[in-house]
């Protein structure tokens, strides 16, 4: 099994900027990251396999202010979160899975991180 470790979440100001990290013991996953707000359903932000060329998928929600990066040597992804809005409010997760790659869906994930908690203020 894979062990995830996110850091990087805090408190910044609408418009602002985080960059969130994932340090997983093992890249030969389909990977992503997911939110979930206070009283909302979990949220995929943004899919991907870090052996992969490069490619990503990315919810509506985030696609052209969030960018996810990966630093295999290290066996870590980040998220880089720009332009960030009140309604990015919520705790961060990573995921790693065996299934299905570049998908959004939850059930398709079956190790998590223990997140890291990101305040947009307006």
């Known amino acids: 099994q894979v062990q995830l470790v996110e850091s990087g979440g805090g408190s910044v100001q609408a418009g602002g900027s985080l960059r969130l990290s994932c340090a997983a013991t093992d890249s030969h996953y389909c990977m992503a990251w997911f939110r979930q707000a206070p009283g909302k359903e979990r949220e995929g932000v943004v899919a991907?396999?870090?052996?992969?060329?490069?490619?990503?998928y990315y919810a509506d929600s985030v696609k052209g202010r969030f960018t996810i990066s990966r630093d295999n040597a290290k066996n870590t992804n980040y998220l880089q979160m720009n332009s960030l809005k009140p309604e990015d409010t919520a705790m961060y997760y990573c995921?790693?899975?065996?299934?299905?790659?570049?998908?959004?869906?939850?059930?398709?994930?079956?190790?998590w991180g223990q997140g890291t908690q990101v305040t947009v203020s307006s």
């Open positions: 995921a790693a899975g065996v299934g299905a790659c570049y998908t959004l869906a939850a059930t398709n994930y079956r190790y």
């Open positions: 991907f396999y870090p052996g992969g060329s490069g490619r990503a």
